[in-house]
Structures are given as C-alpha cells and as structure tokens.
C-alpha cells in the first residue's frame, strides 16, 4: 500500500518468464497441504502430499484499507496439475459480506470459474485469456486451471470490506468439480457433497 493510503498510485503487470505484479503488499502461498478435504480424491491427495506438498497456486495483493468504498485487487496465480483426475484449484470463497460481487480479468491460460449461491445454483464459466468473468453478489467462486503445462493467471479486484469466508467451503466442498477426461476437461456433480449432503 502506497505511504499515502488516499493518494493516486500505478503499478505494472510484469510478464517475464513469469507473470507478476510490479508492486505489491502480501503474497500468499497455498501448498497441497493447505486443500486438506477439498479435492474428492483423497487417495490421490494424500499419495501426492506423501511424496511432495506443491504449491497449488499463489496470490498477489494490493492491499488497501478494509472499508466501503476502497478497491482491493491482485492477482491470481494456478499452477497446472491434478490430483486424480481433479485439475489445481484455488480454496475458493464466498465474501463474509455476502452481497459483493468481484470481476476477473483473466491474462494468461485457460480454465474455469466455479461458482454456487448457499441456495444451490451452481454455474461454471470459462477462463481464457483476455476474457472477463463477472462474479454476481452472494456466489461463492473458484478458480480452476485446467491447461497442463501453464499457469491460469487473473487480476481481481473487489470491494475491500467484503471478507472473505472459507469455512463453508472448506465443511461442503463446490457442487461441481472439473476433471480430466482423456485431457479433455469435463464438469461434473462433486461426488464428496453429494455423499455429505445425503448425510
């Protein structure tokens, strides 16, 4: 965050080997050990985290002060990979103030957004390189990646008092999951809820 938290501020998309931020605040690290219960395929999960804990996907951000009004953005970085047949996700979130909404601009890579209300609607749309994806208030959200060898990287921005809640994530899982069938990835219905939700 700029010393002058009010005062005007640029900052550059650096794509060099990478793709990263110029400038930014806090750069969060999230390793397979961190998506303990999120991928269905626990087998795979726990032979993988046996042998190696990955980096899953990173996150970039331009801290600004947590109040109505302000903006906070960064950006998203998905590594490529799977776990069984489960492409790399992010956690995925709902915002603790429910009714915000949060825009992607995705830059590089392909994949898709996945998105459910607490109601149970569910959606996914693709992820592609100068796409922009709206995400509407009170829809939780993940980012899936689901190109084999590159990152899928978006830039985010949203109100900067919205929150984030990832514990209901983190109890329920998404509805929907995406796969790798024959390296063409697919949607379907996430077999771990639907054994939670028949509970």
Known sequence: MPENANHPFSFDIVQDGRTILSQYDNHIVRKLSDMQGQFFDQLAYDAILAEEDKVIYEVYEVKRPEVSGELLHGLSIVHPGTVGSEHFMTKGHFHEVLETAEIYYCLHGEGYMVMETPDGD??????????????????????????????????????????????????????????????????MDNPVWQSKDAR
């Open 122 to 187: 569910c959606a996914v749309e693709p992820l592609k390189a100068q796409s922009v994806l709206y995400v509407p208030p009170c829809w939780a959200h993940r980012s899936v990646n689901t190109s084999p060898t590159d990152d899928l990287v978006t830039f985010f921005i949203y109100p900067a008092h919205a929150g984030h809640d990832y514990g209901s994530i983190e109890e329920h899982g998404f509805r929907k999951v995406v796969v790798a069938d024959k390296d063409t990835p697919i949607v």
